[in-house]
């Protein structure tokens, strides 16, 4: 596909939302990176070919359906298990609370690369902090 200038909605059918995570100081040798992927999802962007950083992403997605997709690193390998508990520590238990925040959205702040690879940064305005 050849992207062009112009204003593309963004869909399960049209795109795969994919969150990258790292591990903390203390889960440094134990943790897993982790990709988690947003399965229901909606969003708009914005392409300047010829400039991306003058392009726009905002996505919404779900809270509750976020899904572990891969693991990498850690000690062993996450069970059935280990996945059911990421995904309740994400939810309910500590983490994004989807009750109170059934819905979360990404914009974009930076964006690099060329039409074939690029990388996206940005911020989620409920949650402080940057997310590539």
Known sequence: MTLTDG?????PSTARLLIKTGR?????????YLTIEAPRRSGEAVVVVGDPDKSLVSVTAKTGSLEVREEVGGLKPLTDVDRVEIKRTLGD???????????????????????????????SPSRAGTTR
Do not use: C, D, N
């Not at 204003?7 to 869909?11: K, Q, S």
């Not at 903390?24 to 897993?32: D, E, K, S």
């Not at 238990?93 to 990388?119: C, D, N, V, Y």
């Open 93 to 123: 238990k500590s983490l994004l609370h989807t009750a109170e925040h059934p819905m979360i959205t990404f914009r974009s702040t930076r964006i690099t690369g060329t039409s074939q690879s690029l990388e996206i940064t940005g911020t």
């Open 24 to 32: 903390a100081v203390l889960g440094r040798r134990a943790g897993h």
């Open 7 to 11: 204003t593309y909605r963004l869909g």
